[in-house]
C-alpha cells in the first residue's frame, strides 16, 4: 500500500497489502474504461449516505480502486487516517469482494 502524503515522504508498504490495483477515483481517471454505471452507483451510495447521516461528502476527496489479490496477497487490518492528512477527514469506508468463495477471516 502507498503509505505517506504525496512527496518525499511517500513509500510502498507491502506489510499492510499486496496486490494488483487500479485507481478509478476521481473521475476520469483511467481513460479508455467506461466506469459511468459504477460513478453512477457511488453518486447514489453518496447521496444516500448524505440523506441518512446528514452530513455531505465531498466528490472530490473520493477514492477507489479496484484491487486484485494474487494467491498469497492480502490487505491486513491498518489505520491509515493520519492526522494531518486528507486520509483524516474519511467519513465513511467499505470494501466489496467480488470473488465467489471469499471467506472472513
Known amino acids: 500500500a502507498g503509505v505517506g502524503e504525496a512527496g518525499s515522504t511517500k513509500r510502498i508498504d507491502n ?5 494488483e490495483q487500479c485507481f ?5 481517471r483511467q481513460p479508455g474504461f467506461d466506469l459511468n454505471a459504477l ?12 440523506d441518512s447521516a446528514g452530513k455531505p461528502l465531498d466528490g ?10 494474487p494467491n498469497g496477497g492480502y490487505y491486513r487490518r491498518h ?10 477527514l474519511r ?7 467480488l470473488n465467489e468463495d471469499w471467506c472472513e477471516e
Open 15 to 19: 506489510s499492510v497489502r499486496r496486490c
Open 79 to 88: 489505520v491509515d487516517a493520519a492526522t494531518g492528512t486528507t486520509s483524516a
Open 60 to 69: 472530490l476527496l473520493t477514492e477507489g480502486l479496484f484491487a486484485s489479490y
Open 24 to 28: 478509478v477515483f476521481p473521475k476520469g
Open 91 to 97: 467519513a465513511w469506508s467499505f470494501l466489496l469482494y
Open 39 to 50: 460513478y453512477n452507483t457511488v453518486d447514489g451510495l453518496q447521496a444516500a449516505l448524505h
